[in-house]
């Protein structure tokens, strides 16, 4: 937590100098609330998508629970992440608690693995569109040699069991931790006979990272940006990925650094980008005030 704070402090420190924040506050409450309602609704279609995602995940793997149940665990464990390092904390707190309703501990946090697997290639795919849709003759190759290895360590993530066997030797399979990888690795190598379910879920991915990409696009248009909708499929799934790190406290810090940064080649003063990023932060953060209420009611239900 110390070396998140440290890094999130460097950073906005860092933008501070170039930055002017009451211009960025003066920003953020002039923000059409036309824009901003229309954002709100989107983010709560996505919340709704990446339940319905986990869903066809949880049912493929035949994991025994409710679609209540999973859609309550979803959202308490998303409101919990926002405490916890960003990226893989609401993961964690989603794995931690199917677990627990679940017999089969090692389907439970295969199901979360896999289901960001399927995130970061969807954000790799709609990176080579934005690629394509912006710059087609100045494609930086370092961009795509990202995106291949990105792509590639996604699609590794369902061979982890032939991996694993690989790197371990045998003598040392009994070993608590490396049993528990290993049942793991096999609930993910079970994913490579699930085809259809897995190109299923990668659609719905696809679409929920335009749902987030939209969202940025009609934040700025609240604050008065005229970027292109294609700079955003190009820009977006970057600042995206960089919210998955888990090195930043709720996505401040890194991403809006990142979004400045990429921001700034088509003209947009840092104080607005800088409103942009922490905007998207922020509405981020309202669609987790569901798993909020829900987790007051079960403290009072235990209680």
Known sequence: MLIRLAITAAILVVLSRGLDFRESARAITAMDPRYLAVVLVLVAIDRCVMILRWLLLLRASSVAISAGAAARLFLISSFVGSFLPAGIGADAARAYGLSRESTSGSEALASVAVDRAMGVLSLVIMAMVGLIAWQPAQQDPRMLVAILGLTAASVALFWSNYWLRLAVPDRHHGHFVVRRALRLGDALGRYRDRQGVLVHVLA???????????????????LGMTVPYSYYLLFMPIGLLMLLLPISISGFGLPQGIIVWLLRPVGVPDAQSFALSTLIILTGLAGNLPGLWLWLRQRREIL
């Open 204 to 222: 719905w991915s696809i679409g929920i990272q335009l749902l987030r990409i939209s969202q940025a696009y009609y934040l700025g248009l609240g």
